[in-house]
């Protein structure tokens, strides 16, 4: 029985709209080939309506987000609203209210020629970051104490829940088994200076590691870690690691994959809605120009495929994606790839 599936679709702000249209058209394409259907419906959490209404996400559009089987979204920032609204009143809203508590963030590099690094090859570049999404210095709690005066002290605090990091590193372990590759995960953490938090997180992967003898185990400081994306990314396979370590890193990564134009990321609440996003930015100075890199999005509606099911959709999407890219694209900076925004849309959707 093929499947009907409901997509909400936020193109939000800057670039966000246009790559999300060829991410649109990329799945128009697979939904043809591989028999299922969907209907989408476009609701905008953008920084424009913010300045119109003072609208961001509010609770009724959270449940109204809950009856969709996925979420579809751009970017999000503008630069005419203050940093940080945007950005927790639409995307954290909406990561946590809808306890979307992993995000999965690929990085695979499918050609020589984007790599930065010397001498690293596809083989070399391919892991995955299970970034924890719901808890750490994101949830946003602190103080302020004599706020304004000499003696002024903020407090920002990272939450971590033994709930919250097991489920995550359970997370990490089934996807190290599922992907079948090295079958290993990193734990990346600061044990050595943050021995509340990651001695937490170290019990924790030490206990869930004993239900996975098949996978094998290691541990890499954070900042250690950085300097191993660059030297000898070829050691991991999967990483699991808090929520603003999973940030920092996964911006690394997308680096050495190619770039912010190739980087998709999904939100996933394994039993509830998940969100698909390019994980770069609105990128306002490419905006309507026709010129953005539309594959981290294109990436996005696979990975998004991939979590609905369609597996076999999923696949082909990538295999075009590689296709193009390896053999059309100079380049996959936005202004240099040789083609426009909708020319690389159009020719990931003719090799579905
Ligand atoms: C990301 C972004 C967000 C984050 C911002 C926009 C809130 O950098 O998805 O990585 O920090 O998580
Ligand atoms: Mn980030």
């Not at 559009?61 to 927790?88: Q, T």
């Not at 021995?195 to 924790?204: E, I, K, M, P, V």
């Not at 290691?218 to 808090?242: C, G």
Request: proline content about 3%; glycine content about 10%.
């Amino acid at each position: 029985m093929s499947q009907n599936y409901k997509i909400a679709v936020i193109g939000g702000d800057g670039t966000g709209p246009e790559v999300v249209n060829e991410g649109l058209k990329v799945l128009k394409a697979a939904s043809k080939e591989f028999s299922f259907t969907y209907e989408t419906k476009d609701f905008d959490f953008s920084g424009k309506r913010y300045l119109k209404t003072s609208k961001l996400v509010d609770d009724s559009d959270v449940e109204e987000l809950k009856k969709y089987s996925a979420i579809y979204l751009g970017a999000v920032g503008d630069p005419d609203v203050k940093p940080g609204i945007i950005e927790k009143g639409v995307l954290l809203k909406l990561r946590f209210s809808l306890d979307q508590y992993i995000n999965l963030r690929p990085v695979k590099l499918y050609d020589e020629k984007f790599c930065p690094l010397k001498d690293k090859k596809p083989a070399d570049v391919d892991f995955i970051v299970v970034r924890e999404n719901s808890e750490g210095l994101y949830k946003g709690m602190g103080e302020f104490k004599d706020k304004g005066t000499r003696d002024e002290v903020a407090i920002q605090i990272s939450y971590n829940t033994r709930r919250g990091v097991e489920r995550c590193i359970r997370y990490a372990f089934e996807y190290a088994r599922r992907r079948n590759k090295k079958k290993k995960v990193t734990l990346c953490g600061k044990t050595n200076v943050l021995t509340y938090a990651w001695d937490l997180w170290q019990r924790t992967f030490n206990e869930v590691a004993k239900e996975y003898p098949d996978i094998a185990t290691d541990y890499a400081h954070v900042d250690a870690t950085t300097m191993w994306f660059v030297k000898n990314p070829e050691w991991f396979d999967v990483i699991v690691t808090d929520n603003l370590f999973g940030d920092i890193i996964t911006d690394l990564g997308a680096m050495i994959q190619g770039g912010m134009g190739i980087a998709a990321g999904g939100n996933i609440n394994p039993e509830g809605v998940s969100m698909f996003e390019p994980i770069g930015g609105s990128a306002p100075k490419y905006t309507g120009k026709n010129v953005i890199n539309p594959l981290a999005a294109i990436c996005a509606a696979g990975m998004m495929l991939d979590t609905l099911g369609e597996t076999k959709a999923a696949e082909a999407v990538e295999k075009a994606v590689i296709k193009v890219s390896t053999k059309k694209l100079k380049s996959l900076a936005a202004g240099k790839m040789g083609y426009s925004t909708t020319e690389v849309g159009d020719l990931v959707a003719k090799n579905i």
